[in-house]
T-cell receptor, first 114, second 111 residues
Framework: EPEVTQTPSHQVTQMGQEVILRCVPI?????FYWYRQILGQKVEFLVS????????KSEIFDDQFSVERPDGSNFTLKIRSTKLEDSAMYFC????????????FGPGTRLTVL | QKEVEQDPGPLSVPEGAIVSLNCTYS??????FMWYRQYSRKGPELLMY????GNKEDGRFTAQVDKSSKYISLFIRDSQPSDSATYLC???????????FGAGTTVTVRA
């Protein structure tokens, strides 16, 4: 069964450093998403991406964040200058279509900012 | 205002019991609701979705939407220890893209 994959599974970084989280969405999917989950809190939407453009973003997704689809298979989330409060699980998701299409989630990357 | 609200529990039940999980939602015009299951340190996995009002059944799982009270429910019959997980309600609300999740209810089924 096709699945979303994410690398690395755990990333430790120093405050102020840049990190790039990587995702490989399901191959025929066209819409891509990032969510995050701070420990003990709910899953929060960050951004959605379609046709090489951001289609929607939350207030969390400020100028420190960016997304990119550098090639035909990867989808990345970059945090330019990490803060302690960026420590969270980051989940990538993808869908074939928009709206009510099922979002398939990856296993997540645990980001720890020291 | 949050799109969905969910009591985080936790909930502990003996094996074989019925598990009842609930969420409320903020806008009666919302039409599409999902239940995701999340095992520890894993990504959410879609369990069931319902559209508008009524019931939907899939094996031991039943999802209900009550539009009059803006309430969504998930019932797990004959619960098993493997059902131990966090259950998240979600809705796209009026968005074409994002899902808004509840806080998640952590369920433990004791053998």
């Amino acid at each position: 069964e096709p699945e979303v994959t994410q690398t690395p599974s755990h990333q430790v970084t120093q405050m102020g450093q840049e990190v790039i989280l990587r995702c490989v969405p399901i191959s025929n999917h066209l819409y891509f998403y990032w969510y995050r989950q701070i420990l003990g809190q709910k899953v929060e939407f960050l951004v959605s991406f379609y046709n090489n453009e951001i289609s929607e973003k939350s207030e969390i997704f400020d100028d420190q964040f960016s997304v990119e689809r550098p090639d035909g298979s990867n989808f990345t989330l970059k945090i330019r200058s990490t803060k302690l409060e960026d420590s969270a699980m980051y989940f990538c998701a993808s869908t074939a279509g928009v709206g009510t299409d099922t979002q398939y989630f990856g296993p997540g990357t645990r980001l720890t900012v020291l | 205002q949050k799109e969905v609200e969910q009591d985080p529990g936790p909930l502990s039940v003996p094996e074989g019991a019925i598990v009842s999980l609930n969420c409320t939602y903020s806008n009666s015009a919302f039409q599409y609701f999902m239940w995701y299951r999340q095992y520890s340190r894993k990504g959410p996995e879609l369990l069931m979705y319902t559209y508008s009002s009524g019931n939907k059944e899939d094996g031991r799982f039943t999802a209900q939407v009550d539009k009059s009270s803006k309430y969504i429910s998930l019932f797990i019959r004959d619960s098993q220890p493997s059902d131990s997980a966090t259950y998240l309600c979600a809705t796209p609300g009026f968005s074409d893209y994002k899902l808004s999740f509840g806080a998640g209810t952590t369920v433990t089924v004791r053998a």
